[in-house]
């Protein structure tokens, strides 16, 4: 065999990951070390077995089905990308189009469409408290499918981001860290910023910054979080960074400055979020109907916000970095001054010279995503890997 | 040869359905009783593969085209999954993103997704007279272009839903009944009561409780349609039910009360339609344009309506059925007392209590589209469950 | 190896085409005689081996992007098809589901989309000056993100209709001509009238007579160009139709009458456009926001329109052409009088005769669109032709 995916596969000998096999992905932190290791590492086989032409579908049929209750371009296709390379076809469902209004439920929906579904797809991200317990209902319901005999296969579920969350997402990022630093071990003491950033647009999900704290406190660094005054995010996960960084050896901490969390840090990603007290004040309006009550709070956000023109990334700023040289992160679309918008996340030309590394950060999507179906549909992923490559259907049949 | 599959193709063998090769599926009283025993088979023998893990995938390229001009989840998805385990890719022809409205005809249009097209499933059940007329339309068109040698294959056209009947809908309900009860063997002089129910909304297709009494009476039950006064199924689909009962040995009986159709009923499928009548005085006003027209008739039918609020799958009712268990139908999503609105076609201790069978009657409906599919394009079908079963690929490799 | 098939290989050695490998399709003017004829050729190879049953399934997974700016049927259906042909999956980016409006940028977009994308096809048409820049803009976004190594493959780019050409329409014509005529070498002398003709819509595209003008001047027929005046097209691409016909023994007119361009015309082509000088003075208007500046010119341009009832193909004027018996051609659809409209296009009973030719010229496109792929994607197209022959994995598995 190859001696690179024999490393690959001699890698995941040493892991525990057996609990993935029929599972879902819900929160990056109910993964053990193991089980987030395997994923990069599937993620890293697949993506080594389709560059050398080696074709990587386990289906044969079987559906992907996806459902975006918030606009999506990047997360849509690299959730299309993976099913597509796994053998799964995508099918999307609009619930516009579905007769989900006519008083169907989650659990019966969940189940009419779950027939030859392998992997369901969510991204539910809008109002707190709502998200992840909706991904939760529909796994409960096709686990009973199954269980009755409704379902053939329990699909598993692939959270696209949630209101807590966004694993595929903190993932790819983390996985573009390591391939940059040349190793999870090379990770020990460097420092992350996680930073709130001002944005002109009001009420971005909390799930990047949590999903990175929740995440980048698992391998011995230095976490640090900042944001202005009053935009913090929810406590249980800042919990959960603490919790993260004493196992690891690393340490979590929290600013309320942008210059102080870059001054010397290895890594940057600065990303404006909304407020988590004021998202959850707007999911109780909008239970409520409150519309009024939901474009007062808006405009207060909006005046809170345009107090923080100052907390963008710029030149100056990331010369106070690890050598001027810190990796910035962004899981895109930015808001880049003078571009997108008048004032933003970060400077025209702090982004353009980081453009390659930020796409090819999005690049691990897909694989990602794919690595997560892969563990939880394959009882035996070594043997797979193996397999297929002894298999040797080229991806692209070249004669 | 394994001796499950063998059962499948010994059957198929004793079957004479010839005609359907090359043909379309549009009501299930244009099959012969031979036809319809070889859809049930094959939807059996499919289901059977897919879960031995035998693919069954038969096309190596080709599109699976739907046209829906109705909302809907189940049918979309149960089309979707059909195609993909034959291995065709579906493509939806959304009305709103094609040019349709610029002065494009039926005939053309049929023609133009029709290049690399192995099947059109249309559903078009809003107003009378027309959905069936239109699928007839589309099966001329491309059986002209087939001919002319525009297309290279004839699509065949399953009629996922039409003003007339519901075949995939009822098809799948009966197979569940099959099933249930152990045998189409079994069924003789079983009472199967197809009734209206309540529901608050308005103009719900007659498709299902024609379908059902078009396909119902052929294998010797007791079918019994119950409806209000003026809640009347199209004419001649009766005269089929009748001819039907006649010729099976069984009996069909219309009565106006829910109860007396309950009675010792071994089966009972308790579901909303709009009268006949005012669905055709509904297609006649939307033809006029007559908009003030139809919101009259639409306030009409809804004071007719709240007269029948008792009309209610209640457990009391259940109680009067064969030993107090009758099996409880409906094509789902139901209107549900308390769930969905106050007052609906069933009660929710009721619908809870038959979920699991419910969810497994809905089951069927890929497979059943799969196998008309799979009969209008396999010249041999028998040979080719064989040739699938040697072939042996899996749908799931696993090494 | 079937004599057929050998003959399609044969054609294609005597041909350079080499710079088509990983190259793009935007203009057929830019591409060489030698090129243009192996698309001709691989187009026919590929629907030759579809008949017979042979899968040119040259990918196992990787999916086709489709770009529509604007409404399509045909187009939509003619690459998914020639996508599905390959084993491409398509995945529409539909911009209204995605995050496009949010300050992201086409080369971040074009990257996103394209981590696993073998092909772009993009129809762009609306504004003089924008869909061809739009093109361009993406390829050079995929061609620097493969380059940077975020994309581990570049996308080729199909242009499926841009502002100034459309070639996979206007090829698919010309391939329906060549086997029409039973060869290219037939077409010498041949007369082609393409002209315009009166529709009430206002402000059709004027990528089909240029398209038609910049290729069908290229094989030494007489190229006739009518129009009333003020229906200009873009001077550029009359120039390219004049040295086209200088460089082929053809010959490229403008006349200003319908009638003189029937006169003994071989093949017809009578169509809507708009005169370029108006869509140029609307894409400025658009430009500057100008939406009363929009409607008072599509006043202007209908009043002008009305003025040219006259500009019909009629029975009369079909009498005129080489023995009463051009061959009418149409992109479709067509404005019809008294079908889609009153005053048309076309008269019907012209139209219905041509009925059949009209949807087999449409029936290329699928295969030229999947002929300009496989030459993109394939470094040796003949031995893969060759190979999938000896393959001989059945398009449809019969058992």
């Not at 053939?152 to 860290?177: F, G, R, S």
């Not at 999870?184 to 009420?203: D, F, H, R």
């Not at 702090?350 to 394959?378: G, H, N, Q, T």
Request: net charge negative; with cysteine.
């Amino acid at each position: 065999m190859d001696a690179k995916l024999k490393e690959y596969i001699d890698r995941l000998n040493k892991l525990n990951f057996k609990e993935m096999y029929e599972n879902d992905f819900f929160l990056t932190w109910e993964k053990t070390d193991d089980e987030i290791e395997a994923v990069f590492t599937v993620a890293d086989a697949l993506r080594y077995m389709r560059e050398n032409n080696i074709s990587t579908k386990v289906f044969e049929s079987g559906l992907g089905i996806s459902i975006f209750r918030d606009n999506s371009t990047r997360t849509r296709f690299s959730f299309a990308s993976a099913c597509n390379l796994l053998g799964l076809e995508v099918q999307d469902l609009d619930e516009k189009k579905s007769q989900i209004a006519h008083g169907e439920t989650v659990r019966e929906t969940a189940n009419m469409i779950s027939f030859m579904a392998d992997v369901i797809g969510i991204r539910d991200d809008m109002y707190i408290g709502k998200g992840n317990k909706y991904m939760h209902d529909v796994v409960d319901a096709v686990t009973e499918g199954y269980k009755d005999g409704v379902l053939e296969q329990k699909p598993t579920l692939v959270n696209l981001q949630c209101d807590i969350d966004h694993p595929t997402q903190c993932m790819a990022d983390m996985l573009h860290i390591i391939h940059e630093f040349g190793g999870v071990e090379n990770l020990k003491g460097k420092k992350i910023a996680m930073t709130w950033a001002y944005s002109p647009s009001y009420g971005k999900p909390l799930s990047v910054p949590q999903g990175v704290i929740g995440l980048m406190t698992r391998f011995g660094m230095d976490v640090v979080l900042a944001h202005p005054e009053g935009y913090d995010v929810m406590p249980e996960v800042e919990e959960v960074a603490k919790a993260n960084a004493a196992k690891s050896g690393g340490s979590f901490t929290k600013v309320n400055s942008m210059a102080e969390a870059f001054k010397d840090a290895d890594i940057v990603y600065p990303k404006s979020w909304a407020p988590f007290a004021a998202m959850e004040k707007r999911t109780d309006l909008y239970g409520n109907g409150d519309f009024d009550g939901i474009d007062k709070l808006e405009k207060e956000l909006l005046a809170q916000n345009a107090e923080h023109k100052d907390w963008c990334c710029t030149e100056e700023l990331m010369k106070t970095t690890k050598d001027g040289k810190a990796l910035y992160l962004h899981c895109l679309p930015a808001d880049i001054n003078d571009v997108s918008c008048k004032d933003g996340e970060v400077e025209a030309s702090v982004f353009d010279r980081y453009r390659a590394p930020l796409y090819k950060e999005a690049s691990f999507k897909p694989y990602i995503i794919a690595a997560m179906i892969f563990l939880a549909k394959e009882k035996d992923p070594q043997a797979v890997l193996e397999a297929l490559a002894e298999r040797g259907i080229p991806r692209h049949f070249e004669g």
